[in-house]
């Protein structure tokens, strides 16, 4: 009895180093992000969403619309609407369907426009939803979910003409 209660414990243990095996290389390539701020940039005169690096300080501007920076704004700042924006509809509705947001991904930068996937989960079924940055953001904060940026967003960024206030710039 106690040598299958070795062998259970030995599976247990391998199959859960596997998942985090597995965890660990799906992130590879990707820097987890936090929301730091959202401001408007005085020279475009459009708001910037400031995501910064949980494990080193580096920062992703992206450029979005007023709509969006209100919606991440507000969940920044804990301000609660008299009514549920978009966003925070799309969270209900996806709780009543047993779906959950389980990551958000920054995937590229093409043409001074940035890309987001939103990873969710049915029923245990993965599934990728491509997205706008903002949106993406604006559900993860919401949903409380992590952040991620691919290495080859900042690669991209650093090549977007423009200064350091143009739309696709690293600050």
């Known amino acids: 009895m106690e040598s299958l209660r070795i062998l259970l414990l030995a599976i247990l243990l391998l199959a859960h180093l596997e998942i985090k095996s597995l965890a660990a290389a799906q992130l590879a390539g990707v820097v987890e992000m936090k929301v730091k701020t959202v401001v408007i940039d005085p020279n475009a005169q459009s708001p910037v969403v400031v995501l910064e690096g949980v494990a080193a300080k580096e920062f992703l501007p992206i450029w979005i619309d007023i709509p ?14 008299p009514r549920p924006l978009t966003h925070d509809l799309f969270l209900t509705l996806f709780g009543r369907l047993k779906v959950s947001v389980t990551k958000v991904v920054i995937t590229d930068l093409r043409n001074h426009t940035y890309y987001a996937t939103v990873y969710l ?3 245990g079924t993965p599934m990728e939803i491509d997205s706008r940055p903002s949106d993406a ?3 993860a904060i919401r949903a409380k979910v992590p952040v991620f940026a691919e290495e080859r967003v900042f690669e ?3 090549r977007v003409p423009g200064g350091p206030s143009g ?5």
């Open 156 to 158: 991209k960024s650093e």
């Open 121 to 123: 989960t049915a029923g």
């Open 167 to 171: 739309p696709g710039d690293r600050i």
């Open 68 to 81: 969006e920076a209100r919606a991440i704004s507000l969940e920044i700042e804990q301000v609660k609407t």
């Open 137 to 139: 953001i604006a559900l």
